[in-house]
């Protein structure tokens, strides 16, 4: 396996500063409280990336960028320039590069985007969440609905053809007819991909310690049922758990994490994970969460962990079955560096349990039962044996 070809490389840059902090987010993301300290976090990020270089002696082309938070817009485009143009000081960009910003409706700003666009950005998530006003209002978000529709319009107006919209099912005091009306206002707006998701409630938020009243779990089933059948029947396929897009507009950079791709990861709280060598030098990376513990930039902050070789058929197909097209033993092989066989008997107690159908030779799919119970496929892989692999 010492001759199998690296994944695809890919970089995600996490900004932690919000408008205020969303009672349901479980992100690592933090009110802005005075000032942002834009140039001191973009000075903080490139050292960071020049000691992730330093280290894994990166030189593989990036596929794809993604900025995330929080909420990176805040950001001035000037600051992210500065960002981009040092960037290629230590990496090379791919030419059809996909660059990713996660932007909410309460940011945006006509010439601001009109600046992101002409720096090259080329993808814009927006985070609408909803298109009524009390489930915003509920969910603590900082724009109204028609400031979300406005977000869109100041979007296309600045050259954004590629963008995604995000949206939230199973709100407090929801109904079905709630939801589709979301995605409908969505489809209307003709994003490239829309995100859909169900609201959980995580541990330490808000909404874990305060848990708000949310419909029954056949309802939250019905409200996902109606909305996937919409989206279908408007061009946007479900490609991932939760993801939708037109015809060749999937967001490059998820499917290259759910592919068991590599990535840099910087910022306050990132995680990167990136391959050495195959199978026994696949490590994971995270930085501190903290912004102030960050900024100080202690490399001893910095964690650095290999991935067990007995873990990777577990960690390959828990990110693999994220997605509608699933596997084929080829790629577990280039991925992993470990041999066909050390999925067996895994795999055969889940074809046999009928959560996985093998659709062509060697090529795996979650059944529609299995797409409804990834935790028992899971099960099967848990301390899978490669100690002959």
């Known amino acids: 396996m010492q001759n199998t070809p690296l994944p695809p490389l890919s970089l995600y840059i996490h900004f932690p500063w919000c408008i205020q902090k969303c009672p349901y987010c479980d ?63 230590y990496l090379v960009f791919a030419d059809d590069i996909e660059i990713t910003l996660e932007a909410n409706p309460g940011t945006f700003e006509s010439d601001k985007f009109t600046d992101y666009r002409a720096i090259g950005i080329n993808r814009l998530s927006i985070g609408i969440q909803s298109f009524n006003d009390a489930h915003l209002k509920r969910l603590g978000r900082v724009h109204s609905a028609d400031e979300a529709i406005h977000a869109v319009a100041i979007a296309r107006q600045a050259g954004f053809d590629n963008f995604n919209l995000d949206l939230m099912f199973g709100l407090p005091e929801s109904e079905e007819h709630d939801s589709l009306h979301d995605v409908q206002q969505a489809i209307e707006l003709q994003p490239a991909h829309i995100s859909f998701y169900q609201l959980t409630l995580e541990p330490n938020t808000y909404f874990h310690k305060y848990p708000p009243v949310l419909p ?29 897009a037109k015809k060749g507009k999937q967001c490059r950079h998820n499917l290259n994490y759910w592919s068991f791709g590599d990535y840099l990861g910087i910022g306050a709280g990132a995680h990167g994970k990136i391959t050495r060598s195959l199978p026994n030098n696949i490590v994971r990376t995270s930085k501190p969460k903290q912004p102030e513990q960050y900024l100080r930039q202690i490399k001893d902050d910095r964690l650095c962990q290999e991935i067990k070789q007995g873990d990777l058929p577990l960690e390959f197909i828990m990110n693999h079955l994220r997605l509608k097209q699933g596997f084929s033993l080829a790629t577990y092989m280039q991925r992993t560096g470990l041999p066909a066989q050390s999925l067996q008997p895994a795999l055969t107690n889940c ?5 996985l159908l093998e659709h062509q030779q060697h090529y795996y799919q979650c059944s529609e039962k299995g797409w409804h119970f990834l935790d028992n496929i899971l099960e099967n892989f848990l301390g899978t044996d490669t100690t002959d692999a």
């Not at 909305?227 to 479900?238: I, S």
């Not at 074809?351 to 959560?355: A, G, R, S």
Request: glycine share 6%.
């Open 216 to 244: 029954g779990d056949d309802a939250i089933f019905n409200q996902q049922l109606a909305c996937q059948k919409l989206l279908a029947e408007h061009g946007y396929q479900q490609y991932e758990i939760s993801a939708y």
């Open 27 to 89: 992100f690592n993301s933090h009110a802005v409280k005075g000032d942002l300290p834009e140039v001191h976090y973009i000075d903080a990020l490139l050292n960071d990336l020049d000691q992730d270089i330093a280290e894994f002696h990166e030189a593989r082309p990036i596929q794809s960028i993604f900025m995330g938070g929080g909420t990176p817009s805040l950001f001035s485009a000037n600051q992210l320039d500065r960002l981009l143009t040092a960037m290629q000081q």
């Open 351 to 355: 074809l046999q349990q009928e959560l």
